[in-house]
């Protein structure tokens, strides 16, 4: 069962630009997570947000959810290079602990 | 230094020869899980475990067995893999399940990379 589905699957930037991607989910939902994963790397968690905030902001980073769609999205500000890598969202299916992740979004940034 | 490990990070097996791949934390985190990850379909999680003697299945249990033992602990076991077990793995553990109020963040193993032949 696939919970959360990100939007767009792949997204070609430059640096400086500021890079968008969407997540959408199913069932009600706790908290909602973001990753980031270089290639073929271990994820590497960069902020949770939970189900009674609407915004949060952790460096350039910052995540919004609406409950109401079920979404969230995250903007990557001033982006870099180094950014370059896929980023995924996850969310716990209620009252279990199983984690489900989206199939993510792979971000190139160009020099 | 707090961290994941995974062992061995490199596998290459026939069709029905039994493997295990470990998976260790040092943070005296209750919670671990395993995930597989496939192309085109993100990760996928396999087994997790809320604490010692504890495991549930995950997504995609089917050729699978975990043991939580001991708290740190948490191998992976394919006791007769198939082909279709060909995937990159990965091991993740955090204070408390991702459902639970104080939940944070996972911490990820670097990964391990199975093909089967």
């Known amino acids: 069962s696939q919970q959360g589905e990100e939007d767009p699957q792949a997204l070609s930037i430059q640096e400086g630009e500021n890079a968008t991607m969407n997540c959408s989910y199913k069932?009600?939902?706790?908290?909602l997570q973001w990753y980031r994963q270089n290639s073929g790397r271990g994820l590497v968690h960069l902020i949770l947000?939970?189900?009674?905030?609407r915004e949060k902001h952790s460096g350039r980073l910052r995540v919004t959810l609406d409950t109401s769609k079920k979404s969230s999205s995250l903007l990557i500000t001033a982006s870099r290079a180094a950014d370059t890598a896929s980023y995924f969202c996850a969310t716990a299916l209620p009252n279990t602990d199983k984690l489900i992740f989206g199939t993510g979004t792979r971000l190139q940034v160009f020099p | 230094e707090a961290q994941v490990t995974q062992n061995p990070r490199y596998l290459i097996t026939v069709t029905g020869k039994k493997l295990t791949v470990t998976c260790s934390q040092n943070?005296?985190?209750?919670?671990m899980s395993w995930y597989r990850q496939d192309p085109g379909l993100g990760l996928r999680q396999i087994y997790y475990?809320?604490?010692?003697?504890?495991?549930d299945k995950g997504d995609v249990p089917e050729g699978y067995k975990v043991s939580r033992k001991e708290k740190r602990n948490f191998p992976l076991i394919l006791e007769s893999p198939s082909p279709n077990q060909t995937s990159l793995y990965f091991c993740?553990?955090?204070?408390?399940?991702?459902?639970?109020?104080?939940?944070?963040?996972?911490?990820f193993g670097p990964g391990t990379r199975l093909t089967v032949l």
């Open positions: 475990s809320m604490n010692v003697e504890v495991t």
């Open positions: 069932t009600s939902i706790n908290n």
């Open positions: 993740a553990s955090s204070v408390g399940g991702p459902d639970q109020s104080y939940y944070n963040e996972q911490f």
């Open positions: 943070m005296n985190h209750e919670y």
């Open positions: 947000i939970r189900s009674n905030e």
